[in-house]
């Protein structure tokens, strides 16, 4: 088992700068509380491993299966105020209130499918748009309940620590990221999910007429992304102590979208890269005390983002990935660019 294992990494990893980059980055976030004991800096971290967990669910639903989803932010604020009444009104704890209050944001996603099956391209946006809209009306309505603008407070963290908080979000970062970038994997063997979500994307009708239920997957994509979005958002309330309506407002939904676009969309990792690029830094510039980054970090983000859109369309990582890696044309393995031969069946790769 071992030796299977390191031959795996040896021929499948180190070769691919890539896979080798990501093995490296998840290293050194793992052993970052064992460098730095600063609470600012592992909360900070702490919170994008949370909204990486949101941003990929993003790009698994909009970019996989090209449901375009607005209004992301609905199952996230669902799922956060549902941890916040369970605690306040039943006083239970976060072993109960994250796996409830994420049922509760999937199956909102699987209910706000429905009305969006039948409607495609701006108005399957905008009727996912008005989602959170409605739902932040109907918080401020029910102030009394809900707490209104101010929210509620007083909500149990996760763990005594923020070393254990930080680790708690993180294990569960990198397993949600590794079964979507599974779930999405259009040359797997054994999941057929990946496959048929592009070929949604890519042709509807081509896919219906070639006998895939698009109904069902369309479902099953909301259902995925409103799990691993709502899963997100319980465990955000118990990081911050606090909820409110923030969690269900177009500026968060519009984040999700913009750290994807950075990172790249349809990739899975761009999501990872626009959170730790965009936010991260950006909290940390301006904690350094640089009151520019700290008060003006959308509009940056937004300029940003024009400028990635400008010269790379697809995305930092995607763009990163081709000055790298070069495919075989022959076998189609994945070969460091530096190469002239593929490694595999020695076709020319130049």
Same mark, same amino acid.
């Given at each position: 088992?071992?030796?299977?294992?390191?031959?795996?990494?040896?021929?499948?990893?180190?070769?691919?700068?890539?896979?080798?980059?990501?093995?490296?980055?998840?290293?050194?976030?793992?052993?970052?509380?064992?460098?730095?004991?600063?609470?600012?800096?592992?909360?900070?971290?702490?919170?994008?491993?949370?909204?990486?967990?949101?941003?990929?669910?993003?790009?698994?639903?909009?970019?996989?299966?090209?449901?375009?989803?607005?209004?992301?932010?609905?199952?996230?604020?669902?799922?956060?105020?549902?941890?916040?009444?369970?605690?306040?009104?039943?006083?239970?704890?976060?072993?109960?209130?994250?796996?409830?209050?994420?049922?509760?944001?999937?199956?909102?996603?699987?209910?706000?499918?429905?009305?969006?099956?039948?409607?495609?391209?701006?108005?399957?946006?905008?009727? +996912?748009? &008005? %989602?959170?809209?409605?739902?932040?009306?109907?918080?401020?309505?029910?102030? !009394?309940?809900? #707490? $209104?603008?101010? /929210?509620?407070?007083?909500?149990?963290?996760?763990?005594?620590?923020?070393?254990?908080?930080?680790?708690?979000?993180?294990?569960?970062?990198?397993?949600?990221?590794?079964?979507?970038?599974?779930?999405?994997?259009?040359?797997?063997?054994?999941?057929?999910?990946?496959?048929?979500?592009?070929?949604?994307?890519?042709?509807?009708?081509?896919?219906?007429?070639?006998?895939?239920?698009?109904?069902?997957?369309?479902?099953?994509?909301?259902?995925?992304?409103?799990?691993?979005?709502?899963?997100?958002?319980?465990?955000?309330?118990?990081?911050?102590?606090?909820?409110?309506?923030?969690?269900?407002?177009? +500026?968060? &939904? %519009?984040?999700?979208?913009?750290?994807?676009?950075?990172?790249?969309?349809? !990739?899975?990792? #761009? $999501?990872?890269? /626009?959170?730790?690029?965009?936010?991260?830094?950006?909290?940390?510039?301006?904690?350094?005390?640089?009151?520019?980054?700290?008060?003006?970090?959308?509009?940056?983000?937004?300029?940003?983002?024009?400028?990635?859109?400008?010269?790379?369309?697809?995305?930092?990582?995607?763009?990163?990935?081709?000055?790298?890696?070069?495919?075989?044309?022959?076998?189609?393995?994945?070969?460091?660019?530096?190469?002239?031969?593929?490694?595999?069946?020695?076709?020319?790769?130049?």
């Amino acid at each position: 088992m071992l030796r299977r294992l390191f031959k795996d990494f040896r021929f499948g990893v180190l070769p691919v700068p890539g896979r080798l980059i990501a093995i490296i980055f998840f290293v050194a976030v793992f052993i970052l509380p064992l460098i730095t004991d600063r609470n600012y800096v592992l909360f900070i971290l702490t919170i994008s491993n949370l909204l990486v967990i949101f941003a990929v669910s993003w790009d698994l639903l909009s970019g996989y299966s090209g449901q375009v989803n607005f209004g992301h932010a609905l199952f996230f604020g669902v799922s956060a105020y549902s941890v916040g009444l369970l605690n306040k009104y039943l006083g239970w704890q976060p072993w109960a209130t994250i796996p409830i209050g994420t049922l509760i944001g999937t199956g909102i996603g699987v209910v706000t499918c429905f009305p969006a099956l039948r409607l495609r391209g701006p108005y399957l946006s905008l009727l +996912t748009m &008005s %989602f959170p809209l409605m739902l932040m009306g109907l918080v401020i309505a029910f102030k !009394s309940v809900t #707490g $209104g603008e101010n /929210g509620i407070s007083g909500i149990p963290a996760i763990a005594g620590t923020h070393v254990g908080e930080y680790y708690i979000c993180l294990i569960v970062m990198t397993v949600s990221v590794l079964i979507m970038w599974k779930l999405t994997d259009a040359g797997s063997k054994y999941i057929r999910t990946g496959l048929i979500f592009h070929a949604i994307r890519e042709d509807e009708i081509a896919a219906r007429a070639s006998g895939i239920n698009t109904i069902r997957y369309k479902i099953l994509a909301f259902a995925i992304g409103g799990f691993f979005c709502a899963l997100a958002g319980a465990l955000y309330v118990h990081v911050l102590g606090t909820v409110g309506i923030s969690s269900l407002s177009m +500026t968060l &939904s %519009f984040r999700a979208i913009i750290y994807v676009v950075f990172g790249g969309i349809v !990739s899975i990792y #761009g $999501g990872v890269i /626009g959170v730790y690029v965009l936010y991260a830094v950006l909290q940390f510039l301006g904690a350094g005390g640089s009151n520019f980054f700290g008060q003006n970090q959308l509009l940056i983000m937004a300029i940003v983002v024009i400028l990635i859109l400008i010269f790379m369309p697809e995305g930092v990582g995607v763009w990163v990935r081709d000055k790298i890696e070069r495919e075989c044309p022959r076998c189609k393995l994945t070969n460091g660019a530096w190469r002239k031969e593929c490694r595999a069946c020695s076709a020319p790769l130049r």
